[in-house]
């Protein structure tokens, strides 16, 4: 009884260390580093990327600095602008392309993101091929409202999508085609302080629902 007891116990913790082995995370960016934005895309030259390195600010005491998007002089009429974006682009790292095998259809994207006073951020979810001429663009849009460090996360594959691409293919995770997956902020209201503001950090794709 005993014998048999403990080898359940062994093929439990087995699997379980199985499973675990096979879980993968790739972290896009925590921020900690302050990776040059110059070449970063934004709507326009008022969209700014900046590091915040105010404790108070930070997600965690761990955290040493995050990313603040701000949009300054923000024109009339320029509601749901896409003003900006966060890339999680796997061909920009050597070997991606390998380690993707790991993630196809299973492939999570998560970060932890906060609102300026008063201000509504979209997030909107897009999915682009190599070289970016096939895309595929979320049919909808999740609002970013609270002053509060919030944890978003979003399997890619549970997604409705629109094609936006100029060449058109059908939306497929499981091929060996990899992928650049980005969040879009779009400008969804702003109070009447003039601009609109979000701090973002610890940018991650993972194969596996992550937890906060």
Not at 54 to 69: E, G, I, P, R, T
Not at 162 to 191: H, I, M, P, Q
């Amino acid at each position: 009884m005993i014998f048999k007891t403990l080898m359940t116990a062994f093929i439990i913790l087995s699997l379980f260390s199985f499973i675990n082995a096979q879980k993968k995370e790739l972290i896009i960016s925590d921020f900690e580093n302050k990776p040059n934005t110059t070449s970063w895309w934004r709507d326009n030259p008022q969209v700014k990327f900046l590091y915040d390195e105010n404790k108070a600010d930070q997600v965690n005491k761990k955290s040493k600095a995050c990313l603040h998007v701000r949009w300054d002089s923000i024109p009339n009429n320029r509601t749901l602008t896409w003003f900006a974006d966060l890339k999680a682009d796997t061909f920009a790292v050597d070997g991606m392309e390998k380690k993707w095998n790991a993630f196809k259809e299973k492939t999570w994207m998560s970060f932890w993101c906060k609102a300026g006073e008063g201000d509504t951020l979209m997030l909107h979810y897009l999915v682009l091929s190599k070289g970016h001429k096939s895309k595929w663009g979320s049919t909808k849009m999740i609002p970013l409202t609270s002053k509060k460090w919030t944890f978003a996360k979003v399997k890619f594959a549970d997604l409705q999508y629109e094609n936006w691409g100029a060449v058109k293919a059908e939306f497929d995770l499981k091929t060996d085609a990899v992928k650049c997956f980005e969040v879009g902020l779009r400008l969804g209201y702003t109070s009447q302080k003039g601009f609109v503001e979000g701090w973002f950090d610890n940018i991650k794709l993972t194969n596996y629902e992550p937890l906060e």
